[in-house]
């Protein structure tokens, strides 16, 4: 990739904050590092983008996104080869799925220059922000918000695209404790389910209150209609492992979001022989495996949290407990294989790894 192939203007910090960075205490989504980058929408046009010191923003308490939520965004993360230099993990998919999200949202696309190389110059500058021990990366954060100073109610015609990166730690620590939800719901077929809008998170902050009182750790979503089959857990796609099949729901309505971390397991499991299953899943056959003891392994991914064992799965009064997770093969061969190839250490036979 090149990295000067955008017309980026580049301001850098005098006062960088590398020196707050320890690589023992190292968070997710804690510390921001020392730049950013910005491009403004206006008139129809992309403007110049920028890479300037992470600060602020000033914005109208008018700013449109503020009051209806015209805001998407993404999520990707750069690791450290054996060699110290800067790979990005497929920062393609991350922009076609945000393209995906501002079309739905009546945003406009984000071009492939902007997005690619602006994180390509944004992580070539805070190349240093990007831990290296095993478990770590730098998460960057593309966003876009509509920014009208208008308080009716109409498509936005300007907006700002941002990207911040913030060096992480792991999302979970340990296994997640799954609460199946069928009083509310995420999304319904013509929704924006499918979509990274802001709202999809924003609307799951009750329900997910109300389960953390209860002692759970996230939710697993189920369709809107009869509650019976199941969709994608608060922050992560669901796989199940039942027998010797790995089972996740299908994308087919557009209610689930396209994981990049999910296509990526998809493929790593289908080449290793392994029967995976796309399709609709009730809540109903889980408990039906669980009591055979069929359910062997079930695990959440996303960018952020990667893949989470999932510890044990609630439906009602069912308490669906899953064996210890130092005997799951699948799950663990998955997470070894996918940090190997993000980090590196295992040819990249997919076209996955960026190089900045
Ligand atoms: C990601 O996995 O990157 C996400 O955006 C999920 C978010 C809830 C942390």
């Not at 759970?216 to 492992?241: A, C, P, R, S």
């Given at each position: 990739?090149?990295?000067?192939a ?10 960088s ?9 190292i ?5 921001y ?12 046009e ?9 600060d602020?923003l ?7 996104f ?12 750069a690791?450290?080869d ?5 790979i990005?993990?497929?920062?393609r998919d991350?922009?076609?799925?945000m ?11 984000v071009p492939e220059?902007?997005?690619?190389d602006?994180?390509?110059r ?19 954060r ?14 936005a015609?300007?907006?700002?695209f ?6 992480a730690?792991?999302?979970y ?13 995420r ?7 499918f979509?990274?809008?802001?709202g ?7 329900p997910?209150q109300?389960?953390?009182k ?14 019976k089959?199941?969709q994608?857990?608060g922050t ?12 996740t ?8 979001l ?13 080449e290793?022989g ?7 899943i009730?809540?109903?056959e889980?408990?039906?495996a669980a009591?055979?003891?069929q359910?062997k392994e079930?695990?959440g991914?996303?960018t952020?949290?990667?893949i989470?064992?999932?510890?044990t799965?609630?439906y009602?009064?069912?308490k ?8 799951w ?13 993000r980090y590196g250490?295992?040819?990249d036979?997919?076209?996955w790894i960026?190089?900045?």
């Amino acid at each position: 990739m090149s990295v000067s192939a955008l017309d980026i203007r580049v301001q850098k910090t005098e006062n960088s904050r590398i020196s707050e960075l320890h690589p023992d205490n190292i968070h997710f989504g804690k510390q921001y590092s020392d730049h950013m980058l910005v491009a403004r929408y206006e008139d129809g046009e992309w403007h110049q983008a920028e890479i300037v010191p992470f600060d602020n923003l000033s914005l109208s308490p008018a700013t449109t996104f503020m009051h209806y939520g015209q805001a998407i965004f993404e999520g990707v993360k750069a690791y450290k080869d054996p060699q110290g230099n800067p790979i990005v993990f497929r920062p393609r998919d991350n922009w076609k799925r945000m393209n995906r999200s501002a079309v739905r949202m009546a945003m406009p696309e984000v071009p492939e220059e902007l997005f690619i190389d602006g994180i390509a110059r944004l992580i070539d500058i805070d190349r240093d922000w990007i831990p290296d021990q095993d478990g770590t990366s730098l998460y960057i954060r593309p966003f876009m918000i509509a920014t009208d100073e208008f308080i009716g109610v109409r498509p936005a015609e300007k907006f700002l695209f941002i990207i911040i990166t913030s060096p992480a730690g792991p999302y979970y620590s340990k296994p997640v404790s799954i609460y199946v939800q069928d009083e509310f719901v995420r999304a319904f077929p013509g929704g924006i389910g499918f979509t990274k809008a802001a709202g999809n998170y924003g609307m799951s902050m009750y329900p997910t209150q109300q389960i953390r009182k209860m002692g759970y750790d996230q939710i697993l979503w189920t369709d809107g209609f009869e509650h019976k089959y199941v969709q994608e857990i608060g922050t992560m796609n669901v796989f199940f492992v039942i027998g010797d099949k790995v089972i996740t729901p299908d994308l087919k309505q557009d209610v689930i979001l396209e994981g990049v971390t999910r296509d990526s397991v998809i493929t790593l499991l289908r080449e290793k022989g392994i029967i995976v299953e796309e399709r609709l899943i009730s809540i109903e056959e889980i408990e039906v495996a669980a009591k055979a003891g069929q359910l062997k392994e079930a695990f959440g991914t996303g960018t952020a949290a990667s893949i989470a064992p999932i510890s044990t799965l609630t439906y009602h009064d069912d308490k669906m407990e899953l064996p210890p997770v130092e005997q799951w093969e699948i799950t663990n061969w998955l997470k070894e294989e996918l940090a190997n190839i993000r980090y590196g250490r295992k040819a990249d036979t997919h076209g996955w790894i960026y190089k900045v």
